[in-house]
Structure formats: C-alpha cells, structure tokens
C-alpha cells in the first residue's frame, strides 16, 4: 500500500538559517507532492505542488526538490523566520486518481527561535 | 477569495448524543470531504463526496455518517458519538479533476470532545 513518512516530528533552527524539511514516500507513480502549512488550531493551506517530472519548484522564499529515485521531497525554508513556526505538510497524490486519494503525512513541526 | 466555512469550531456533547458538524463551501467545488486529525496520525480521510447525494467511504467510516444535499453543503453526522471521536474534524473541498486540479481547500476545524 502507499504509505508516506515525514521523518521528523519536530525541528526547532535559529531565524535566518535554512529549514530543511523531508517527505518520503513509497508504492506510488506517477505522482505528485503538496505542502501544505498548518497553524495550531487552524486548517491546512495549500502552499506548492511538484509534480514527479519536476526537479524543483520554488516560490518566494520557499523551495521544493523532488527525487524520484530516492522517492524524496525536500522543502526548504530560506531566511528563516519566527512567522514561519508552524506544523507543515506533504501529501501524495496520483495523476490519474481524484483527490480522495491523496494521502497526507502526519507533519512536522518547524520552530523558529530569535 | 477560496473560502470553507464549518459552521461549530468548539463543541463538547455527551456520550450516545447525535452530532451534526456543517460545512459549506463558495467555490462551486465538486468535491466535498471530511477528515479528522489526531496527533501522530496524521489526516484521515472519513468520507468524499464528488457530487451532490454521492459519497464514498474513506479510511475510518465506521461510526460516522454523511448528507450532501447541495452542492455547496456537507454535513458529517455522529450517529452515537464515543469518547474515541474526540478529535479536530476538517471540512474540505476541491474542483472535480485529477492530477494538479486537487489542491485541497480547508476549513478553520471543529474540535469536538466527547465526554
């Protein structure tokens, strides 16, 4: 079955610096990867989507990398900042399937101290 | 702007009531869903709906139950609430399609507690 894993639970990194964020996933192609941020007591908002034939995709001070061989994607906060501190997202999904398909990580949480 | 509004974001019932969590959407979305958030688990999927009176069981179904009666309007109902469906529910939708046409549009959570 799909099955997708955000490595860390929590990550806590000093403003300014780069927070590197992981998302792997296994049994699924072609496909996709969304992020999505998350603020305590609030629902997800859709941030960017890669898709498996793209290397890189950026937006603003946001970056995402997808690797198919390792079926990784990484999501990178440049120039950090304490308004970045929320929990973040991945979530798979399939170009031939509808939404109901897509799966979601179950997050991790981005702290970003003074 | 994308906007999903559920109508309750705190409520505590009681053990065996019936619950009704609303949600409406105004973006003309086709797809509807409800899912529920615990932590470590991640986001659940309970039901879909892909078009009006049409539904589809998610990942956790069992216990729950669900009305579509506009296209705008998705209510998830608690038959019996229990202790175990204590949680974040999260009212969503998305334009009907594949591939890159689903971002996924959520509401703000409903907190319940069942005591």
């Known amino acids: 079955s799909q099955k997708i894993e955000q490595n860390s639970e929590a990550l806590n990194i000093q403003e300014g610096k780069t927070a590197t964020l992981t998302c792997n996933y296994t049994?699924?192609?072609?496909?996709?990867l969304q992020w999505y941020r998350q603020d305590p007591g609030r629902g997800p908002v859709f941030l960017l989507l890669?898709?498996?034939?793209?290397k890189e995709k950026r937006k603003e001070r946001l970056k995402v990398t997808f690797d198919t061989t390792l079926k990784q994607s990484l999501f990178h906060i440049t120039a950090s900042q304490p308004a970045d501190s929320a929990t973040y997202l991945c979530?798979?999904?399939?170009?031939?399937?509808?939404?109901?398909?897509?799966?979601f990580g179950s997050g991790t949480r981005l702290s970003i101290r003074p | 702007d994308v906007k999903v509004t559920q109508s309750s974001r705190y409520l505590v019932k009681r053990t065996g009531e019936k619950v009704f969590l609303e949600c409406v959407q105004d973006?003309?979305?086709?797809?509807m869903f409800w899912y529920r958030q615990d932590p470590g688990l991640g986001l659940r999927l309970i039901y879909f709906?892909?078009?009006?009176?049409?539904?589809e069981k998610g990942d956790i179904p069992e216990g729950y139950s669900v009305s579509r009666e506009k296209k705008e309007r998705f209510s998830l109902i608690l038959e019996s609430a229990s202790t175990n469906q204590t949680s974040m529910y999260l009212c969503?939708?998305?334009?009907?399609?594949?591939?890159?046409?689903?971002?996924?549009?959520f509401g703000e959570g409903s907190w319940l507690t069942v005591v």
């Open positions: 973006m003309d979305h086709e797809n």
């Open positions: 709906s892909y078009d009006v009176k049409m539904k």
């Open positions: 049994n699924y192609s072609p496909a996709y």
């Open positions: 969503a939708s998305s334009p009907r399609g594949t591939g890159e046409r689903n971002t996924i549009y």
């Open positions: 979530a798979l999904g399939s170009q031939y399937s509808s939404a109901s398909k897509i799966i």
């Open positions: 890669i898709r498996e034939n793209e």
